[in-house]
């Protein structure tokens, strides 16, 4: 076992709300603030979203990242205590009849969110709902992780959490028939991809997957976008959007492109209140 999983497993035993949670995210924020992961990319990103912000207005917003994320691991490593958890933290729920009129037996759904908030807590606290409703378990879209050991230990949590995990790689027509047969499934539809199309994200073209507007056209699903943000420690609020418009366009192929197009849209409105949320580190805009 390497030092970094024994980490995170002592810092799993002492995880919880109160001080003990407080001292745990200290020192996690202490430690990304020494060593400024991906200082350049977060900086890079922010000037090229926000020309107008100084250096200053820059450095803050990386600090309260770092804070964020600090916050982010100690929640999950407190919620593999009891996932149930995940029902306490969440205190309001906005936008939930979007939600709600999904729920019927065997209505399929696709739900895109992005890297914002506590990404995680979101998805078990779907799965903790769903439980709870007796309802099948949600899934998650994941991609292995290079760590082999790291990556065993996220599927580990959100596996204990109640996802159901789908590996990116399987075929589209598996993803057709799971949404067919009533399949809730999510995933974070921010990231760059090989390939793809360009198309406009905050205000700068970028590589897009068409996967999840070609998944709700085969399928006949909707994608409902849902964004988590962090009030306070252990404290959430989750926004449920409605469902995305399907363009009118014959062409299949156009049509995919202005339905992921609306995705970009959702995404941009999802993180623009709380830009501070978002995972700045990941390089979004690749030449």
Known sequence: MSLAIRTLRLFQAAAKPGWRGRAVAAFLNGLLRLFSPRKRRIEANLSLVHPEKDR????????????????????????????????????????????????????????????????????????????????????????????????????????????????????????VRLLKEGAHIALLADISWLGGVRLPFMGHDCTNTTGPAVLSLLASVPIVPVGIYRTAPFRHTIRFFPPLPVPEERDRRRRAELLTLEVNRALEKMIAPRPELWFWMHNRWKN
């Not at 969440?90 to 990404?119: D, I, K, T, Y």
């Not at 606290?125 to 439980?131: D, E, G, I, M, S």
Request: net charge neutral.
């Open 56 to 175: 200053a207005w820059r450095t803050d917003m990386r600090r309260r990242l770092y804070g964020h994320l600090a916050w982010t691991v100690t929640e999950l490593l407190a919620l593999q205590r009891d996932p149930s958890q995940a029902l306490h933290w969440v205190e309001s729920v906005e936008g939930g009849h979007h939600m709600e009129a999904l729920q019927a037996p065997g209505r399929g759904a696709l739900f895109v969110s992005a890297h914002l908030g506590n990404w995680e807590l979101l998805a078990a606290w779907y799965a903790q709902f769903r439980r709870a409703a007796e309802r099948p378990s949600p899934y998650v879209v994941s991609q292995e992780i290079h760590d082999r050991e790291i990556s065993d230990l996220v599927r580990e949590y959100r596996e204990r959490s109640g996802i159901g995990l789908l590996p990116k790689g399987i075929s589209t027509l598996e993803f």
